[in-house]
């Protein structure tokens, strides 16, 4: 009797330590901060707009670079992702927001990820090599890289989802302005490019 008490401690153990572990917190997902409703006007019609980006780039999760430690580094918040790809998020942005566009847009995403300067120092970077065609005869009407970036309010993943949905306001604005001083930009046709209110 003594022996098969023994035997049964470690049992009831475990089975204590099982119900009381703690349960592994599910990681909470974002975006830019603006509902995505598509436009469905019962056409099939290619988007505007087409963002690429190298395969690293085509993950949800959210990237981080210590400077002052480990510049060369990339890490990952454990419990904030982005509900998509960046890529993805940024392209239905801008598909999203355009009625009728001038242009046909192809964006290559090469830098999307927070930088920390110091441990409580950072900010978000986005860089993306931009090009216009005509939408008519596919003639290339200019390109552009664009370099941006964006302080973040708090040094956390927080402040980086925060940053970013600013960033993408500003690309936008950045875009819009660009593409306005295009050689042979239509001006006061009242067509609208890309709206500049995400």
Sequence with gaps: ???SSVLLLPVIAIGIGCSIAPKQQQAALHDFGAPYSRHDSGQSAKPAVTVTAPKWLWDNRIRYRLLYAAPTQVRFYALDRWIAAPPELLEQQ????TKSLDYLLNIRL?????QFESSDRARVIM?????????DN???LGAHEFHLEQATQTPDAAGAV??????VKQAEDRIQAWLARL???????????????L
């Design 1 to 3: 009797m003594r022996y």
């Design 94 to 97: 801008l598909v999203d927001d």
């Design 110 to 114: 090469l830098d999307f990820e927070q």
């Design 127 to 135: 860089r993306f090599y931009l090009e216009a065609y005509a939408p």
């Design 138 to 140: 596919k003639v290339l």
């Design 162 to 167: 925060t940053a970013f949905a600013e960033l």
């Design 183 to 197: 050689p042979g930009t239509a001006k006061g046709n009242g067509r609208s490019r890309i709206s500049s209110a």
